[in-house]
């Protein structure tokens, strides 16, 4: 990333910091924080539409030069992660929609592929590979509105107003979106728990 658009990443601000860079016009400097801050984020998401690591390494770098092109448009009236998400989710779409055309893919899932943080302990009793695909299995079973309010509020840890404002859905739905997915997977969890001690 920073090889082809020659930023550094060795800067770490808050949004607010970020918004008053842009507002002195100091927009490189602003692009060097939100590519050091985001870059993971922004993989993340991109991964788990495109179920390939190389195709969300291309959508990141897609993502982060429209965002350097459309900086100076940025008011700070949403959260910057908000931002990106909105860029990113709309570029694998888009991506995918191609792809769909040319017949490479059949269907478009959101949960094959999640960015685990490595394990600290080399005695785990679950490698990162294993509870990737248990995390995806369980995610099998939610509806599309479902899994994806609840991989933003439970994975990505982002807050009904910041997902409300991603989505177009109001905070009521996403709220009861998020309820029925945790009932549902309890249940799943449950009946899988017997089966396995029977």
């Not at 808050?14 to 507002?23: G, H, K």
């Not at 949403?78 to 709309?90: C, D, V």
């Not at 990505?156 to 998020?178: C, D, F, P, R, V």
Request: with cysteine.
């Amino acid at each position: 990333m920073n090889d082809r658009m020659g930023f550094s990443f060795d800067l770490m601000k808050s949004e607010s910091d970020i918004a008053d860079l842009l507002s002195k016009g100091k927009s490189h400097e602003a692009m060097n924080c939100i590519m050091s801050q985001f870059k993971r984020f922004v993989h993340s998401i991109a991964i788990r539409y495109m179920r390939d690591d190389e195709d969300a390494k291309d959508i990141t770098q897609e993502v982060f030069i429209k965002v350097y092109q459309f900086l100076n448009t940025f008011r700070g009236e949403s959260h910057i992660r908000t931002w990106l998400y909105a860029i990113t989710r709309n570029m694998c779409l888009n991506a995918l929609e191609k792809k769909k055309r040319r017949g490479h893919i059949t269907r478009i899932d959101t949960y094959e592929q999640f960015d685990i943080p490595a394990e600290e302990h080399s005695d785990s009793l679950i490698t990162d590979s294993e509870f990737s695909s248990f995390f995806a299995d369980c995610m099998s079973i939610l509806p599309e509105k479902q899994r994806e309010t609840f991989i933003l509020r439970h994975v990505e840890e982002l807050s009904y107003e910041e997902i409300s404002k991603m989505l177009g859905t109001s905070i009521g739905g996403l709220k009861a979106n998020y309820f029925q997915a945790v009932q549902k997977l309890a249940q799943y969890l449950g009946s899988k728990d017997k089966k396995e001690h029977i």
